[in-house]
């Protein structure tokens, strides 16, 4: 049988007649937007009025400016993975329904901790999250969902290979959703809560977003990659430059790359904060579908092409003047991929970028460790058949050098399918045999779980990856552990240089001979494996077809699992006098809040999670002390969590401060569920990262940012603020704080929000579970 076949009998694939309806209402809508407002359209636009909500009134919604205003859209997809999951689906079943009201699968990616290699660290992950692997697998067969084993691989890989579909728009528990924008999918990461409302039938709410174009044009040769175009277009927007922005990608460019290496391009939209990024379809897609077995989704794409690209008007427009973005984009970046540079992005953050040239010079200035302790490559970002294949022909170069890597090299494949395809297809064999190990299809060194007893406590050292980010600690769980991002082919000609400052480019290496050399720029890869992807048994479970005699147990004990118990609503009344648990300084991510790695084990279990509150957070007063500050009732110095508890042992609410882009990064709503079930009341920023935000609405904080930036300056460790006339909370108003300074001072300060009508409700219902449970 041939694989295409024998996947579309599974049916673990997105139904063609789910995709014609999509089609059907993506032109009716259309329609009759056009009917309203005349003017072209943007594929972004496009599949956001093919999905709004029948509640929607395309009269207003013309009048919407981006960046300003909610739209309620009905997504086609929910895609959830171990981690996130347990705390979407523990919501869900307090909906009280039945299955779930939109196709829904779970993925189990995040909790296989790499060791050793592949096979023994995935039996290992069985053995040791069993109890959660059976909540996630017997809810999905109760509630209708497919149930992807540990193994199977990424999330967002699997979905890419099996469920993406272009014009298409889906919602995922975790930030780097937007990888199917590879396959033209309006693919948006959201918490869980957002997952579980529309897993119960209701419409999932988004801000209006904004419009990014980026215009590519040239074709990418030589040793840069789909790669380079996002570490480029991350350097000139910065970790927010896409908050509440939709990018998309167009122009000839773009049509020449490959549709796995837009995926590696929309992945990573999420380095810059953007709601999502997406490519229009092309025949780049086309064949992607074709070699997945999806020939009946790329003939029906086929026939509707002009709902799944942009109107070709804009793209004339803006080749014969870039003047005409401004019509239709907020902002426009323009790339000529023939004169790109391969990139390397780091340390700590991922829009901290140089081409490689600047590399050598960069380590020199920073006094960056030239030495890589370890390369690692593939992950959710890079591990294609293009990407695979290349990195496989550096390798075979160096094989024929007879030399080997200088540093270990790992490599994280996708995906089983991609795997057992590199497998047959020889690419794995020659990475193995310049040294690489192989570590199981899942999300591993890339979320912190992986284990390094090598790496004494504290010592510093580089490593390099294919990854998509790189915060502190994120790896390894050690924040002097400096991680730089590459291509995977960049990451293998490093590894074979073993220094960071080596620049494949123009430095030699030495055979085995003695001669020196010079590696080749990797060949052109074939996108898709010529003999079609291999095909995968025992790695899916389909839903129950007898779900009533499917129990769904936790265990009262459980160490792993809790079931939630609500929030309390608000009392009505104005905070008062609330002490601040902290004011973080600089970068504070979600992986600050809320770190992952060994903490991953405790996502279900709210309690024992909450220990972890803000163990990465820089402390503004404390002259940078991390995860530590000051206890007002007892004076001591001690850890967030330890003080969080006990302000709320003592019946008092407290307040975080937080600077720019306070919880950028990843989407788990645990960076907001920890904080208020130990009694946060508040966080006050300079400015939010958009999934955080709405996770802090979700769970009933305040999110509100400084009106005027510098009055983050006038807070002090000793105060008590007040947040008052919380009973005239409107849509768009303004609030104020009260600060009592210990100097018997008093400040007010203005502060702003943005919630509308419906997020009001969440907080004096004080969660929006609370509204869902009582529906
Ligand atoms: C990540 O890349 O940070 C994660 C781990 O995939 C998160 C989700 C999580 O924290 O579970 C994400 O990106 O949303
Ligand atoms: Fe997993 Fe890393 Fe991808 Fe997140 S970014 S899904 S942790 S591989």
């Known amino acids: 049988m041939s694989s295409q076949n024998s996947l579309k009998l599974k049916g673990k694939t997105t139904k063609t007649d789910l995709v014609s309806k999509v089609y059907e209402k993506l032109q009716k809508n259309i329609l009759k937007f056009k009917q309203v407002s005349n003017k072209p359209l943007t594929l972004g636009e496009k599949i956001l009025i093919g999905h709004l909500d029948q509640s929607t009134d395309f009269m207003t919604f013309n009048g919407l400016t981006p960046g300003n205003g909610y739209i309620l859209l009905n997504p086609d997809r929910v895609a959830l993975q171990d981690v996130t999951g347990q705390t979407t689906i523990l919501q869900f079943m307090q909906a009280g329904i039945k299955q779930v009201l939109a196709p ?80 033209g999918m309006l693919a948006i990461g959201v ?38 175009i996002i570490l480029f277009v991350a350097s000139k927007l910065t970790v927010s430059g896409g908050t509440n922005a939709i990018i998309e990608y167009f122009g000839p460019g773009a049509r020449n790359v490959s549709c796995t290496g837009k995926a590696t391009i929309t992945n990573m939209g999420a380095e810059i904060g953007a709601t999502c990024s997406v490519f229009s379809y092309d025949s780049k897609m086309e064949s992607y579908l074709i070699s997945t077995g999806r020939k009946d989704l790329a003939d029906i ?50 829009d901290l970028a140089r081409p490689i040239s600047k590399m050598a010079e960069d380590i020199q200035k920073n006094n960056y460790l030239d030495t890589i302790s370890v390369s690692l490559i593939g992950s959710c970002t890079n591990s294609s058949y293009e990407d695979m294949s290349r990195a496989a022909d550096i390798a075979k170069q160096a094989i024929e050098k007879g030399i080997k890597t200088r540093t270990p090299l790992q490599v994280t494949p996708g995906s089983e399918m991609i795997r057992e395809t590199i497998e047959r297809d020889g690419q794995i064999q020659l990475l193995r045999d310049i040294g690489a190990n192989v570590l199981a299809n899942a999300c591993g060194p890339c979320i912190g779980q992986w284990s390094r ?76 494996p010529k003999e079609g992807f291999k095909d995968t048994v025992d790695i899916y479970v389909p839903p129950a077809t007898d779900p009533e005699s499917v129990a769904v ?12 118990e609500p929030f309390l609503e608000w009392d009505g009344n104005d905070f008062s006098k609330l002490p601040v648990l902290t004011k973080v300084m600089g970068k504070c991510t979600t992986d600050h809040i809320s770190p992952a790695g060994p903490w991953l084990m405790y996502r279900g279990h709210l309690d024992r999670l909450s220990d972890n509150l803000l163990l990465g957070a820089v402390n503004a007063f404390r002259d940078g002390e991390v995860g530590k500050g000051l206890n007002l009732l007892n004076k001591n110095i001690e850890t967030f969590s330890h003080i969080a508890r006990e302000y709320k042992q003592n019946g008092l609410k407290w307040i975080i401060i937080g600077d720019n882009n306070y919880g950028e990064g990843s989407s788990r709503e645990h960076a907001a569920m920890t904080p208020r079930y130990l009694g946060c009341a508040a966080v006050i920023a300079k400015s939010f990262a958009r999934i ?43 609030v104020t704080a009260v600060l009592y300074h210990s100097d018997g001072t008093v400040e007010q300060i203005p502060l702003i929000h943005s919630y509308n009508d419906a997020q009001l409700k969440w907080f004096r219902a004080g969660s929006a579970l609370n509204i869902l449970r009582s529906r």
């Not at 730089?484 to 400052?501: C, H, K, N, W």
């Not at 002090?716 to 919380?726: A, H, K, M, Q, T």
Request: hydrophobic share 35%.
């Open 104 to 183: 829904t699968t779970v993925h189990c990616d995040h909790l296989i901790q790499a060791r050793v290699g592949s096979a023994s660290d995935t039996k290992a992950a069985i053995y040791e999250n069993n109890e959660v692997y059976q909540f996630l697998e017997s809810a999905s067969r109760k509630y209708g969902i497919g149930f992807w084993k540990p193994g199977a691989g990424i999330i967002h890989q699997v979905v890419l290979e099996n469920y993406a579909f272009p014009g298409g728009l889906m919602i995922g528990t975790d930030s780097h959703t937007p990888n199917a924008g590879g396959l």
């Open 191 to 228: 918490g869980g809560l957002d997952a579980a409302e529309v897993m119960a039938g209701l419409p999932w709410e988004v801000l209006y977003p904004k419009r990014i174009g980026v215009y590519l044009t040239g074709k990418l040769n030589g040793w840069t990659s789909s790669k380079d």
């Open 301 to 350: 794409a086929n026939k509707n092409k002009e709902l799944l690209t942009l109107d070709p008007i804009i793209e004339k427009e803006i080749s014969q003047n870039r003047e005409n973005a401004t019509k239709y984009f907020d902002q426009l970046i323009e790339i000529n991929l023939d004169d790109l540079e391969p990139y390397i992005v780091g340390p700590h953050t991922p």
């Open 453 to 528: 007893p090598e790496i004494k406590k504290g010592e510093p050292n580089t490593i390099v990856t294919s990854y998509n980010r790189n915060f502190p600690g994120r790896n390894d769980g050690r924040r002097e552990t400096m991680n730089f991002i590459g291509s995977p082919e960049l990451v293998i000609a490093l590894a074979l240089g073993g220094r960071l400052s080596f620049n494949p480019l123009k430095d030699e290496l030495e055979a085995s001979d003695g001669t020196k050399f010079k590696l080749n720029p990797p060949k052109l890869a074939p996108e898709v």
């Open 553 to 564: 147990v936790i265990d009262k004990n459980s160490q792993r699992l809790q079931a939630l």
């Open 692 to 734: 955080h935000e709405t996770n802090l609405k979700k769970q009933g904080i305040l999110a509100l940012t400084f009106v005027e930036s510098s009055n983050y300056e006038k807070i002090r460790e000793d105060d008590r603020i007040s947040i008052i006339n919380l009973r005239d909370l409107r849509p768009k108003g303004v």
